[in-house]
C-alpha cells in the first residue's frame, strides 16, 4: 500500500464524509427539519465519523490512529441506532433508512479492515525489531 500523506486521500474518510453529506441532506427535509433534537443527534453523530479518522490520522502514530478509528467505528454503531429508532418512530422514511444502513455497515466495514491492516502492519513492524 502507498504511504497516505493526508487523511482526505483515506477511502474511509471520504465514505465518512458521504455519509454525513447524506445526514445533512435527510436532516433538512421532512419531519427531521423541526425535530432539532434528533436532527442535532443525527448530525453530530455522523460528523463524529469522519472526524475521528482525520483526528487519529493527525497524531502520526498508528496505534492512537487505530484508536481512533475504533472511535470512528462507534459512531457509525450510534448513527445507525439512531437511525434505526428514528425509523421506528415513522419520522426517517424507510428508504432513506435502508440508503444510510447500508452506507454505514459498509464504511464500518471498510474502517474495520483499515484497523485490521494496521495493526498487522504494526504487529509485522514489532517481529522485524525483535529479530
Same mark, same amino acid.
Given at each position: 500500500?502507498?504511504?497516505?500523506?493526508?487523511?482526505?486521500?483515506?477511502?474511509?474518510?471520504?465514505?465518512?464524509?458521504?455519509?454525513?453529506?447524506?445526514?445533512?441532506?435527510?436532516?433538512?427535509?421532512?419531519?427531521?427539519?423541526?425535530?432539532?433534537?434528533?436532527?442535532?443527534? +443525527?448530525?453530530? $453523530?455522523?460528523? &463524529?465519523?469522519?472526524?475521528? @479518522?482525520?483526528?487519529?490520522?493527525? /497524531?502520526?502514530?498508528?496505534?492512537?490512529?487505530?484508536?481512533?478509528?475504533?472511535?470512528?467505528?462507534?459512531?457509525?454503531?450510534?448513527?445507525?441506532?439512531?437511525?434505526?429508532?428514528?425509523?421506528?418512530?415513522?419520522?426517517?422514511?424507510?428508504?432513506?433508512?435502508?440508503?444510510?444502513?447500508?452506507? +454505514?455497515?459498509? $464504511?464500518?466495514? &471498510?474502517?474495520?479492515?483499515? @484497523?485490521?491492516?494496521?495493526?498487522? /502492519?504494526?504487529?509485522?513492524?514489532?517481529?522485524?525489531?525483535?529479530?
Amino acid at each position: 500500500m502507498a504511504r497516505i500523506e493526508r487523511f482526505e486521500d483515506l477511502e474511509i474518510w471520504k465514505e465518512a464524509v458521504a455519509i454525513g453529506l447524506d445526514i445533512y441532506g435527510i436532516t433538512s427535509r421532512g419531519k427531521l427539519e423541526r425535530d432539532y433534537s434528533s436532527k442535532d443527534q +443525527l448530525r453530530r $453523530a455522523a460528523i &463524529s465519523v469522519s472526524n475521528n @479518522i482525520a483526528e487519529g490520522f493527525e /497524531y502520526n502514530n498508528n496505534n492512537v490512529f487505530m484508536r481512533f478509528l475504533g472511535y470512528a467505528k462507534g459512531s457509525a454503531g450510534e448513527l445507525r441506532s439512531n437511525l434505526f429508532v428514528l425509523k421506528e418512530a415513522g419520522i426517517v422514511p424507510q428508504d432513506d433508512y435502508e440508503r444510510l444502513h447500508n452506507k +454505514l455497515i459498509t $464504511a464500518s466495514k &471498510s474502517i474495520k479492515g483499515f @484497523i485490521n491492516y494496521l495493526d498487522d /502492519y504494526e504487529s509485522k513492524k514489532k517481529n522485524n525489531k525483535q529479530k
